[in-house]
């Protein structure tokens, strides 16, 4: 076991008397515990140690101890890496693998956090006391084999974010470096490229497709619970508590919320989801009532299409105890739903903090704004968000959730610079605390596809939500934007198709899969899909299937309908006059009609998606110069790595232009690839 405080040295030329006190209880702790656990202290060294047991859950045990002391004031910033392996000691010098391994580990560690290798994961894996998460496997400095790491995620400890690993390794050998890295030459290398993409989608196809190729068992919807003298985000706070905790079962899909509050106010036994719904096998309904600071639930189960319920379920907790007694619920439900759980679902729950009532208001008001469809209830979220994190700095639930907050603002008509920074920030500190939050780890994939670019990152956080909650819509919705944007088209459909199964009555969903198939020229699909769309409840919905929808029938050649509906989606909301209605003139060649809506739109004043139209407008007009003008203009929206193989829009008109070509390569993307046949 090594040990080492983190930003020692600096501390040192800020305050040597704060960093000697600190160094003196590190040891002072270190020597007790170590002493504890049956440890051998074999080397001090400045501001580390280095120590060795006879059985590696001791080591373990011993080091969550230490990090438990580390975390009272004064607070040590301690880094502890373990590895088991020889040791071998010499006259001058304790050497071998095991020490090597262990200071590489220990490098890796963040403050806080305990980090092990997968020799001691396989020896303490079956003791339930301790905690574990895989983060991945490296190739370490010096060490012939690569190395699986986990992290100990028992309660207070600090885990590493994939970028903080990300930091402190060589990732040049990744497929997505090589992309970025070659320069010119790389243009020019076709074979190169067909290695380098076959080697790219073998690799990020493998954990997903593992998770999603279990058919689910069974399907469950639950309809918000009847909740008497509350508000509307309390009724959502509530169904949306017993969604999360189902969804983490896998091999159970579990319907959105989004889908099921279509069905609120109906009353047992007369809800019938057969006909809408036909997948769903079974209905979850109750209500929920609340009295000073105790919240009582009663929870009925009914087989779909039947009026009797199997299974009732009540309970009585505190509402600091609310996220456990969802927990407890799931569990309970799991057995009349059919569901076997395996050793990680019955410890669900286990580990779950107690909410602070304030807090939690806070927070379920946040996201019940979030989920609305515009940007003033966005603002709204987040402003209750930020009020939960300044009461709670530690509360990864209001983090993870102004993550994704930032990330909708950022796809929004006119987001400032820092949202997508924000959105980040946020995510990677909502995992730093908690890194089971699927929610977190979805909002740092949107950000690294959206934003940040860095498409392995991004991977690897998609795969790590979907694992924890296979059930988030919005994840299954971007990722088949990921998977579209590296031209994997029929992966993107099905993706598409899974955030439609989830959350079926969601617009977004129907249009986007409508634009996903007109992208790859199955023009009649997308057609349908826009027009289910089009016939969902609110103006906003049609408004967005209409704008859409125009774009399609514009590529098909049918310019009379495509500029009536750009027009009538223009009406509704201004954005769509320059995203929607202007492309569809200028392909029906009403040039002088489109070129008035650009000198329209480059009077105001400049945003990132307003650039981003007029470098597409641009483009049209065959106008590279003023198309790579926009393209490259200031900051950039959320939609803007899609030029890579954005179809309709004039960029092929680009593909040979070399200032088009390093627009990607900033974006470590591959050079520009067509969709449709």
Known sequence: MFTDIEGYTALMQKSEQQAMALRDKHRTVFNTETAKYGGEILQYYGDGTLSVFDSAVKAVECAIAIQASMRKSPIVPLRIGIHSGDIVYTEDDIIGDGVNVASRIESLAI??????????????????????????????????????????????????????????????????????????????????IVILLMGFGYWIRGPWDNGQTLVPDKVVAVI??????????????????????????????????????????????FIDLKEDLPEVDFVIHGNVSRSSNRVMVNIRLLVSGQKEPIWNGEYNRDISEIRKLWSEAAKDLAT???????????????????????????????????????????????????????MNPADAFAYAALAE????????????????????????????????????WAALAHYETYFGWNWELAEQAFNRANRL????????????????LFGRKDESIKEHQLAEQLDPFNPLHTAGTGLLYSWIGQYEKALNKMD???????????ALGKAWKAEVLSDMGRDEEAMVLGKEASESFITWRY??????????????????IINELEQQPPTALGSLTLGFMYALLEDSDSAIKWLSNGEKHGWYPWIRVWPGMGLENLYGDPRFLELLEEMNLPPPEKLRE
């Not at 509307?232 to 706070?237: I, P």
């Not at 995203?579 to 008035?596: M, N």
């Open 111 to 192: 403050s806080g956090s305990i980090l092990i290798s997968d020799k001691v994961y396989d020896e303490i894996k079956n003791h339930a006391s301790i905690l574990t998460k895989y983060l991945r496997t490296f190739s370490l400095k010096n060490v012939e084999n690569s190395v699986g790491i986990y992290a100990v995620t028992n309660e207070g400890l600090a885990i590493p974010g994939l970028e903080d690993l990300s930091e402190k390794i060589d990732l040049s050998r990744s497929p997505i470096n090589v992309l970025k890295t070659t320069g010119k030459k790389f243009w020019f290398s076709a074979a190169l």
């Open 224 to 269: 918000p619970f009847e909740v008497t003298g509350e508000e509307k985000y309390f009724q959502a706070g509530m169904t949306q508590g017993l969604i999360t905790e189902l969804s983490k079962m896998h091999r159970l899909q579990v319907i959105d919320q989004k889908t099921t509050k279509y069905y609120a106010g109906m009353r047992f036994p």
């Open 336 to 390: 009349p739903i059919g569901l076997r759980l395996n050793d990680n679902q019955i410890l669900l729950g286990e580990g779950i903090k107690p909410v602070q009532p304030e807090l939690y208001e806070l927070y379920l008001k946040g996201t019940y704004h979030l989920s609305k469809s515009n940007p003033q209830d966005w603002q709204s979220g987040i402003t209750y968000l930020h009020q939960a994190v300044d």
């Open 405 to 440: 907050g930032y990330v909708m603002i950022g796809h929004g008509p006119s987001p400032t610079r820092d949202v997508f920074p924000k959105a980040k920030q946020a995510a990677m500190r909502a995992i730093q605390l908690d890194s089971t939050l699927a929610d977190a």
């Open 469 to 484: 909650n296979p059930n988030l819509a919005m994840n299954h919705f971007h990722r088949a934007w990921y998977l579209m």
């Open 532 to 542: 289910e769309a089009i016939n969902s409840p609110g103006m906003g919905n049609r």
């Open 579 to 596: 995203v929607a209605y202007g492309p569809v003139l200028i392909k029906a060649g009403r040039i002088e009609e489109g070129k008035q």
